[in-house]
């Protein structure tokens, strides 16, 4: 079936309105009128080959909410009119050792991502979100909570997530020293997130200017990164850290602040290796670095629940896909408080 999405034909060009094929509904498959689709940096990244994967014509967006418009003969978990969700992947092999974990981001086969992989059925590309329509296999549709605005549950499907799993998979209680790194997409939802889970929040920025907003969301204390005498003053304080920026810096001032035993754990990717860190301050109070991929469909659902039962939504600015460059544009200034998302529904095609 033809589509309407808005679609990169290469990558020195704007993104265009177009139309793509999507495959025939399988008996696994669900077709999804989507909704809303939130603007992730790796969208930019994608459209532009700055990875050099791109395969065009590339139609972008992980971060789908939409309603079930038909569902395949052995499809039970979602009927017609469900409102649903959709992030990053679309498949996995379903038998190695970590799907069989539930832990599908890191299928030893590599997950299917939601657009730029390979459709096992056709052998063609998968396409995203910035579309009319998806069409994903049943396993890898989650349920939204219904008392939560839409259009701000979308970033919930890629940024929420990421952050989530490392808060699930470290066990991050209340009462835990919370550090984050950065207040922009990720970052603002792991303040949220991470006070919502009882912790004590501290937010790392260099714009002192951020620390109202800082606040508003969650956070108990904001630290200036670039104030020496600040972080001297939180020194070896915090149980845990994730790392939201996708800039290289220097880890060591960060290193500094977590007690014996803690954790830095990286989310953001940058475009450059990080400096290495200093080892013996590692060796000395066992301090650990680790990274943290996406999420699995089973925390992706857990964490829309949590969101839910909390009353979690991202915080966004709403545009419509005519307005995607100039998004990109201000995406690339940190001009967004703090994620895009796309209303479909007021998309011209």
Known sequence: ????????????????????????????????????????????????NEWGVSRYPLVPGHEIVGRVEATGANVTNVKVGDVVGVGVMVDSCGHCHFCQQQEEQYCEAGFTPTYNGTDKYTGGTTFGGYAQHVIVDRNFVVSVPQNLALGAVAPLLCAGVTVWSPLRHYNVKPGDKVGIVGLGGLGHMAVKLASALGAEVTLFTTSPEKGEDARRLGARQVVVSRDAQQMAACQASLDIILDCVAAPHDLDPYLATLKTNGQLVLVGIPDQPHPSPNVTPMVFRRLSISGTSIGSIRETQEMLDFCGQHNITADVEMITGDEIETAFARMLKSDVKYRFVIDMQKTRW
């Open 1 to 48: 079936m033809k589509i309407n999405a808005l679609i990169a034909q290469q990558a020195t060009q704007p993104l265009a309105a177009g139309q793509v094929e999507l495959r025939d509904l399988q008996p696994d498959d669900v077709k999804i009128a989507i909704l809303y689709c939130g603007v992730c940096h790796s969208d930019l990244h994608m459209a532009r």
